[in-house]
């Protein structure tokens, strides 16, 4: 009769035991699950600045030729796969084509050099011409003097560049020169440079 009663107790000891270690969790036959698909943008950033309003020769006389002091072209950017900057001159507005245009006689200009130009000094200009030229190694060496290409056509490419900028961008030192003729008319002539950058 004990054996009988001490079995009943020990299994009712562990019923206890069972039920005590599975409270407070819940079971359920059906499974709910949701999911969310992570998705970001980054912005890319792009920006071209020039150091001054104004690249102007200053002196320039009769017969004679001179470059401009040099402007600084700035461009940052953080796409990684670089971008291209480009100059063309004119507006499509009051400037219709390449020329520098006397400020008060329009009918004096100068004549921008051929695209295709490549003349290492201004003085080989001819009469009435100009060109511009660039330096990316802070001066140390320029390019050749060319003519710009109109206003909304392909620019000039002055930087190809396949990695982002510096950090605190990447300087283009721009000029003009000019080759005035011995009949030029005096004042100032005209024209707008721009400067395009475009990210990889």
Request: charged share 15%; proline share 2%.
């Amino acid at each position: 009769m004990r054996k009988y009663n001490f079995y009943k107790i020990s299994v009712l000891v562990v019923a206890g035991l069972l039920g005590s270690a599975m409270a407070g969790k819940t079971t359920s036959a059906v499974t709910y699950q949701s999911t969310v698909t992570p998705e970001f943008t980054i912005n890319e950033s792009l920006s071209v600045t020039v150091s001054s309003e104004d690249i102007a020769i200053s002196g320039l006389t009769f017969g004679q030729s001179k470059a401009s002091d040099a402007v600084n072209v700035t461009v940052v950017t953080n796409n990684y796969s670089g971008y291209t900057l480009t100059s063309t001159a004119g507006d499509g507005n009051a400037y219709t084509d390449t020329n520098l245009i006397n400020s008060t006689d329009s009918s004096s200009n100068f004549t921008s050099l051929d695209t295709s130009a490549s003349i290492a000094d201004p003085t080989n200009f001819e009469y009435g011409e100009w060109g511009y030229s660039f330096s990316t190694d802070s001066q140390a060496t320029w390019s050749n003097y060319s003519g710009l290409p109109y206003y909304d056509n392909t620019g000039a490419t002055l930087v190809d560049k396949n990695t982002q900028s510096a950090a605190d961008g990447d300087v283009v030192n721009f000029r003009i020169a000019a080759k005035a003729s011995e009949t030029q008319t005096a004042g100032t002539y005209n024209n707008v440079i721009n400067f395009a950058v475009v990210g990889k």
